[in-house]
């Protein structure tokens, strides 16, 4: 089949070999931006239509690039081979080109350059949803909010309201203004986008996090749980908010149901190997487990899967929750393998392998330490990175634990200064967490604060009754 350009309702152009290709690419990107299921077979339906649209090639890479693990990784290296052979041979677009030259990039590791190539695209393309979305994970996987708040800025004006993406838009728009601590305004546009669109369940998700960082956990109980029908429609990461949930029951004390929704929600897919999956079990079964509960045997299942990737250099912030359960669960060999790896990674070039030199090694080492009850050294490794730590990616809400396990192998460590002043000053942001109001009262008792600490458990059960 010969080669054309085409067009798409969205005034891009494609390489295909049919006009249709160019609007099952449009297609592709609105799945893609809904996190909706059938995403994968639209891409597998279009690469068998149209085996040589490159844009296909590219999405293909790109969505190896996105499961975040080293198989996928070099899956995604072989596609970006090929379709470097395929422009070479065929006369495609710019867009086209600065596409596969971003995927290339990726693949190197370079993710400034890759994600400068997509604002790049956008300057010229700003209704390119595919780059807007692709730059808005390597923001969010940079922890910058800012970043990602802009991305979205510099293009919102120039798109339709009526364009059927447009939530999609206000709802990535809302996260960055989240991330970047303009909670109201993330809540003004999340809110906007959800009504347009119940079933985008990361405009949802936005306004999950601006209703964790301003401590609405009985508000955000009701706003994951109303809309539960429509967001759980989307692939897995649906199991991302069921681990929302779990954070605002956390502070409610209410264990039995956090561990009812593990089990039937966050670790019911954990076999297919998916990380954000690992991420939210890893997070929530240590969060436990500083609260106080017994987990059981479940960090077991984590850890088998966590041993598929002892080698992988992608994201640092994935590999520190792999790490989590290998260590959690006395895997000593493989933990240690994992942590040889990360040492390898940090001497390598590449965005990531330089955050986990400079950020990931250190809390490696404390997340080690502190299973090891070497509290001490747990808080000398990991509080010089705790003001660097956005620098692994995910979300603030998401790197908290990191904090809390700080502060947890703080207290433990009987250094009673140290952890008084690290839990007051978390509770300059969480000023109705009950546990760090607890943990707080404690402290001040070891230090004959009685007082102030009986004033400290009166603020952590209040906290409890909110
Ligand atoms: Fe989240």
Redesign the pocket.
Known sequence: MGLSSYKDANDLSYTSSSPDSAQAFCELTTAYMGFRRETGAILKGLLESDPDMPMALCAKGYFAKLMGSSNHSARAARTSEDLNGHLARIDANEREKQHAAALSSWCDGDLEKTTRIWEDILLQHPTDGLALRLAHFTHFYSGNGRQMRDSLARVLPLWSEDHPDYGFLLGMYAFGLEESGEYAKAEEYGRAAVARNPQDAWSV?SI??VL?MTERHEEGIAWVAGLEKDWSTVNNFRF??Y??KCLYHLERGEFDLVLKIYDEQVASDIASDFYLDICNCSSLLWRLEMFGIDVGDRWSDLSSVAQKHLGDKDLIFVSLHYLMALVANGDRAAAQQLQDGLRDWSGLDGTQARICADVGLAIADGLQSACDGDFATAVARMEPVRYSLNRIGG?A??RDVFMMIMLDAAKASHDALKARALFADRLGDKVHSSWTWKNYSSILETMGRTDEAARALEKSRKALAR
């Open positions: 998700h999950a996090h964790e991302h908010l681990w929302h979300s809400a998401q």
